[in-house]
């Protein structure tokens, strides 16, 4: 029941191990900060809902399967409209950002925030209504994207040199880092200035949130590729499709495009180490299903064995953006196999590789993820109207909550391979586990947050 | 922590208000079965899995948006495998029945149930994992589908007389219903025979479950015949686009295809009344949006504005399965809207009428629905090999649990039309409420269950 | 090797039996136009090009399937820029009009007119190249279109009195027949105004030319209501897919889609009389086909069995175009085969019914269309500029030419169903050919026009 | 009128300067071969048929933009069905080879062949109508295929092992140069066995006919390539989209696309030599293009700019089946504008390279596709059976033909860079011509052969 303040966390306990880690609020530093009656309420769409206004003391549990006498455990502030807003309509100057690769979802985020209708904002940003009436049937983004670095101190300045007051910022891991310096420095200078996460990574590698936008796009998508690795590989003699699918440091994309297509014989992940000579190894099992097959089809995900990769190379390279920048495994794979089949004179392979990255991210969302990116950045608005602030927005459970920065920041959500989603991958592509004990060890030890389905 | 059982009803308390709603169990009527460990234990694909099997006591909350001091109230028996089984592989005669209309993502539940790998069952029925290793990538059933009535003895009798030990039963709420009047038989008869449902609606308005299989492919395609409709009514002098879609009693595709499309505006639902004539009826409104824009577009869900059509036609028939047969309201609102603005010299329009309910319901499923129509699938057969019966497998806050029968034919998931997200859809189409404030009373007073996004 | 001139006839003859059937000319009724260098030839990407204006004495031919000694027979003009223009590129006012239906492909050919770099005509109208840029990645048509009879003197009025000196006419038959008329009109009044007609029908019922815009579009669309009927009969006992496609006088889209799909068991068209009762018609072979394959496809085409429908509706009607208004032949055909199998005990019918006519006119055009309309276009601009006026651009043999107006008036291209293509049809779909032996006669001794491919 | 011989050829001459370039025919080398009534005339489908039968003199011309007194030309004989056949059905033992890389509407051919309805041939091949009933829905070929020399000798004994009397060989260039090889060994011994060509290239590099099966399957898939980077280079900042197709002589898919899509600003192709540096080369055009517009889309054919890469490896090798291994010019490519603007500090750019080449080739042919695949099939086969052996089919100005080998081999179709077409796509796209005089020369004199638009 009592209330503990560590740096950045905002934490409220309760009964039974309730415990809720809230996210900070402009009244945190700013007191007395007058409030408004919520503009919604008087919107005509919204005269008939009795339902609409969240309960201020609405929380989300993060785990909920639970034993009759589990502790209730950490929860999250519930995202939507509250009875009464920190900023007034016409006072609202916001601005939006989008950084780092593309991602199917990216437009309907910024038409959602741009053109929320005139509810909360008028006149604020040349994304007006009409601006960005469409938008959202075209895959990229409107604003453009860049990598690199950014200066906090700079950024603050022009937000307070614009009369800037809320900030979104749509980007991915180390986006969400910079959103989180941002508010510290907004803080530190006491300014009405709500900052304001919005987790983008095609990967699905953001930590706690259940599934991240666009990303069942890109799996249906990458449904495309793996029907024609498979067509190639059925077609031709000892035919080998390889498709290589987004994934730097977690397999996600490449799990759930092989369950959805039933057709992959190999699904290699970043979370599940294999190796490629011997017993039990990648070259082996190539060429048993081409034996009983006549042809296999493989799936890699793009951080997938970067430690084969980089011992072959001995070298390293950084990006812009400060991620490794990786060796095209696949690129390096379909060499390595081509070679080994090369040295043995029995089975002449036919490798055809497919690089569908560019293409996934770049199409449209599909409808739930356009309904779902609507959602996420009406959550965002409301959070920024109601004062809070340094949060990322995120889907817990199937409920939109405001989650603090540091949650999503200091882990990366990743492929368990001793849980049950990936023991149904490989109960379906019948592939080896590529383990030695010693790794089994390592993961099972290993305390990874599995993805949210059964 | 005591425990109550009312007729087929099998509740557990626990502190702070935690209950749980538990399904039957083959051994509440036999006792002594004999139990077998699970034999995925010894499949190499689960060999390094050591978070596989489902704690027996593993539950999962209904609601889970809580305050600090909430009750934990209703929880759901997690679903997955168990490591005890109630039946050997080599004993384990299944049957599979399909009922209703077609819905995507059918033959991918079929082919997970009638192909899985063998781990459980073997030889058992003629759907091997080789009969059915692509059928998911077709629309429609391979198992063939039909409607009416079904006599509960002659089928039990009949699953005597060729000793079938596993029923899985496809189907929408009606089906459902057959399915619990079926384990209610078995019981009484005592046999070792465990009767599973799985819940199939293209409408998604089964209570309880978070979102039917299907949904999302339906809301997906959907999208063409609204871009269509856009197209005709844009090019046209004066043009309505009418899309009528799927939604008989809950107007949940006609809503997430709305809110996906954002080109529609008016979105006509079951749940929400309207009228056509004078002030702030629908007629108005057309040739208000005309007058602004040249043109409208218009989805109708099929059992929208009944009352007004039955009251045109003031006669009533049936169809097969019992369900009351609908008038076509697209064909009667297109009619109407015909007749009045031919009878208005001012207006001459230009009306498309599209409904293409057929061409949704026969297309494959997408990416994510077949991966989460092989967790439903796989989810229905862990359970029935642990012993438990009498169950529908749903989706519950996005984790797979086994519910009781009853709760999921007791009440129909339907469109809250006093809850944000229709006033979401209201505020994205701009149409009028149409509701009258005897209307708005009584939305407001019923305990309709709205769908869990946000 | 004379030249003689019937009304409204143009014909140039030549040895072997060669006879040009050429089309009017500015000069035939204003002598002494000046002329000017085709612009064209100082653009640079036009710079290293040799063949590209077309030699005045260019010619097609109209029957290419030819024995040693056949007389050469009808040619057209060749279509193409030449080397003199009748306007300066500062001079052209033109105008674009689209009649009727939509069809794949009109905003391509409304982009490329419009849009035409600017090579001939500079700010003539506000379809300016920036403003069409992206037209033809939409569905539709952005100059929207109307029904409805038109007042040649007022039209001819207008072009006067706007300045306009280019007239763009894309529409069906009767648009064409209008267009001919205006360019009466703008002879009678010796106005120096090109009139260009460029024709479109999703029906492909226009004589002379090989294929019209927008039409393999359709068919590819229409493959996937084949698809889904196929589906659902599949799907069904005793099912029963039936679609009804475009086609009120021709059957070209029935029979292409059918010759595509292969799913097709029954194709029924205008051209092809047949009858539902007795030895031979169409129900009996619905009957047999479902107790061999247990399900049926049937396409119909819109104008199929119209004296069948008219005979049962006794009574007529007119749309506001002069077109008769056809009964849905697909609505009354499916209630009569319901009808039937409801009187017939044993045979319990479930059928499908899907109508996907709007869903396949509003779509982008595929690739293939996209070129042939930026060809048509562009030849329609090339002979406006060279003075030619008075003409249909079309593709004959697969070259773009020049007809006069009357050549595509004067008759309707059908199936014919003497002929292979038909033949074709009738052995992939195995259907009864409907024909009692007077109705042989006739269509031996008919002289259609059969589509020319083979 | 006369009659010559000269190896291989068949020329007959007729009046006004017909020749009829005809292909061999079993009686050429086989004297009194009895014949027999074609089946096809008691098969009920073709009952009605008039004009199904062809003329023994039918013919087809090559050129057909003539004047008035051009003299005819060079003609082919017209392909279908002849009143009298050298086979009888029951005798017929055909089979089918595919060779190369795959080509949507492969397995359309093969169906037809193989499923010809038993119309000519019974039981003579394990392609079954009903074994191929599906195929032509999936991409790839049923066959196989493979690259690699072959053995006349070899192939030819097992023709006569296997007693097939009809070789349907489904390959490019090299394959059709096989046929005919093969072709000449039958001759030589004497054997009734008809060797058919049906040409298969997706580059479209095919002399003579008019369009090879496939092609317009593969520029419309080539548009989803083009539209992803076009997003992908419009999102960036100085976004750089470069799309790799097929083509490795030929641009034609890169061609066609180019024109359909209008989002290109670049395309590159092997008859067309580009260079890098320096002025008018492509380094200062992607500079100029983006500082103009902030992104540009390159579309680049496999065999463009040969010369350049090759004197960057300064090194050769070829692959299996004797072509020369192209470097990849799209990596190449790639690395050289990094490399470029790395260099130049003022402009930091992004690009995104896709390879889309296995995803084209290996999807399902589209609907226009599949019907021309069926004709083809179709004209194969009535040419075997009325006895002629040692031709390609193919489509001659929209018309089906049969080519004696040596046409369609002698030389390869390609884009001819100083006609019409070329001009339309630079006109289109404004990139500059990159030719420098000499190069024009060239292209002036020589003699390509055109596509046939327009």
Redesign the interface.
């Known amino acids: 029941m009592g209330e503990m303040r560590v740096p950045d966390q905002k934490i ?1 306990e ?3 191990g ?1 415990v ?1 880690e809230d996210v900070p609020h402009l009244t945190d530093y700013i007191p007395d900060l007058p409030t408004f009656p919520n503009p919604l309420q008087d ?10 206004f969240v ?1 201020q ?5 993060q785990k ?6 589990s502790p ?1 455990g950490t ?1 999250f502030r ?4 509250r009875q009464r807003v920190y900023f007034e309509s016409e006072d609202v100057h916001a601005c939006i950002v989008t950084c780092g690769g ?1 991602c199917p979802g990216l437009n309907t985020v910024i038409r959602e925030i741009g053109g929320y ?1 005139g ?1 909360y904002a008028r006149n604020t940003i040349p994304l007006t209504p009409k601006a960005v ?1 469409d938008i ?1 049937k ?4 409107v604003l ?3 990598r690199g670095g950014h200066d906090t101190i700079k950024i603050v300045d022009s937000i307070e040199d614009r009369g800037i007051n809320q900030v979104y910022i749509i980007g991915g891991d180390g986006t969400q880092k910079g959103a989180s310096a941002i508010f510290q420095e907004v803080r530190r200078r006491g300014l009405q200035v709500a900052v304001v996460g919005i987790p983008k990574t095609i990967d699905n590698d953001i930590a706690v949130i ?1 599934k991240s936008f666009g990303f ?1 796009t890109a ?2 998508e ?4 793996i ?3 498979h ?2 590989a ?4 000892n035919g080998i ?1 390889m498709v290589k699918l987004m994934g730097r440091y977690s397999g996600f994309i490449a799990m ?2 092989t ?4 057709d992959v014989d190999c699904c290699l992940i970043p979370e599940s180490p294999f190796y490629l000579e011997g017993n039990g190894g990648l070259l082996e099992y190539i060429e048993k299903r081409i034996k009983e097959n006549g042809h296999i089809v493989i799936v890699v995900a793009e951080g997938a064995g970067q430690e084969l990769v980089a011992e072959s190379m001995k070298q390293a390279e950084h990006d812009a953006s400060g991620n490794k920048l990786l060796y095209d495994v696949g690129l390096w794979l379909s060499q390595k196999i081509k070679d080994h089949f090369t040295r043995k004179q029995n089975l002449v392979i036919n490798l ?5 990255t ?2 996934i ?3 449209p969302s ?3 993820d ?2 779902y990116c ?2 996420l950045a ?2 965002a608005i409301h959070g920024a109207m109601a004062g809070y602030t340094g949060f990322t927005v995120g889907l817990v ?4 909550t405001y989650i603090p920065f540091y949650r999503v920041t200091e882990s990366r959500n990743k492929v ?5 989603m ?3 991958l ?3 592509t ?1 592939q ?2 590529f ?1 030695c004990s010693k790794v ?1 060890e390592e ?2 030890t290993a305390n990874g947050t ?1 993805l ?3």
């Open positions: 409220i309760g009964p039974a309730y809720l919107n005509p769409a919204y005269s008939v809902v009795k339902q609409y309960n003391d609405d929380t989300v549990p909920i399967v639970v034993q009759k006498t209730r929860h519930r995202a939507g409209p593309l209708k509810f009436n959202h075209r895959g990229g983004t453009g994207t860049s259940d069942d799996v249906e990458a449904q495309r590729a029907n024609a690795a067509v190639e059925e077609s031709a003699e499709g759930y495009a369950l959805a297509s039933r055809k590789y497919i690089d569908p560019y293409m991210r770049a199409i599909i409808a739930s356009n309904v609507t959602l009406h959550s459970n199937g409920r939109h368990v391979i001793t849980d049950r990936w023991a149904r490989l109960s379906s019948n080896p586990s383990l089994v993961a099972k599995p949210k389905v059964n």
